[in-house]
């Protein structure tokens, strides 16, 4: 069975950091590429980062110098370090993992940022 469980989130104040960590199980992801997306409350789900298997990386604007995605392939992990965060920031974030299309989504976890 193939699950993506996140973990990190948390209350923090603004210009604070946090760092979200994503595991994949039930198979290798070495080959698929892997994304955060977060969705605010009546907001629509954004793509926030993402990473290719070969290491090509995404960001969206607003988080683009403040966010960094990265992976272990070794460990079928990957991060999101969120850094500068603002009460913008605030959602649910979800990990994705797809070949094409994100296939496979975990259940996400919140955060929170205070001003």
């Known amino acids: 069975q193939v699950q993506l469980v996140e973990s990190g989130g948390g209350l923090v104040q603004a210009g604070g950091s946090l760092r979200l960590s994503c595991v994949a199980s039930?198979?290798?992801?070495?080959?698929?590429?892997m994304g955060w997306y977060r969705q605010a409350p009546g907001a629509q789900r954004e793509l926030v980062a993402a990473i290719s298997s070969d290491g090509k990386i995404y960001y969206g604007d607003s988080v683009k110098g403040r966010f960094t995605i990265s992976r272990d392939y070794a460990k079928n992990r990957v991060y999101l370090q969120m850094n500068r965060l603002n009460p913008e920031d605030t959602a649910v974030y979800y990990c994705a993992a797809g070949l094409g299309t994100y296939d496979y989504w975990g259940q996400g976890t919140q955060v929170t940022v205070s001003s």
């Open positions: 039930g198979r290798t992801f070495n080959s698929y590429r």
